[in-house]
């Protein structure tokens, strides 16, 4: 079993930065064995792909914020981060950590784990 807690949201104005921070509680295997996603869901929007980092350290982002936003982790802490830069109205969303062991992947339905979502909220 794995649970996750994303905190780190609120509002913030056009321009700004934000870190949200995830972590992972992981009862049989432990968290460097997952491949770690970040997610998020504007109001009447589907679930879409913001940024991936594999197990390995591999990352991924989706093209609406390669340049602007960072993934890393720490397997000591057992946490998952996305360090948010230059940030637009249109990144407002609840942000979501997901977690899958074998693999990257973009599809939400693929990632089996995860948390509750934090709510990013930036103003124009």
């Known amino acids: 079993q794995v649970q996750l807690v994303e905190s780190g949201g609120g509002l913030v104005q056009a321009g700004g930065s934000l870190r949200l921070s995830c972590l992972c509680a992981?009862?049989?295997?432990?968290?460097?064995?997952?491949?770690m996603g970040w997610f998020r869901q504007a109001p009447g929007k589907e679930r879409e792909f913001v940024a991936g980092?594999?197990?390995?350290?591999?990352?991924d982002y989706a093209g609406s914020v390669k340049g602007r936003f960072t993934i890393s982790r720490d397997n000591v802490k057992n946490t998952v981060y996305l360090q948010m830069a230059s940030l637009k109205p249109e990144d407002t969303a609840v942000y979501y950590c997901a977690a899958r062991l074998y693999g990257s992947s973009r599809y939400p339905r693929e990632y089996p784990y995860w948390g509750q979502g934090t709510q990013v909220t930036v103003s124009s």
């Open positions: 992981a009862s049989e295997r432990t968290f460097s064995s997952y491949n």
């Open positions: 980092i594999l197990w390995s350290g591999s990352t």
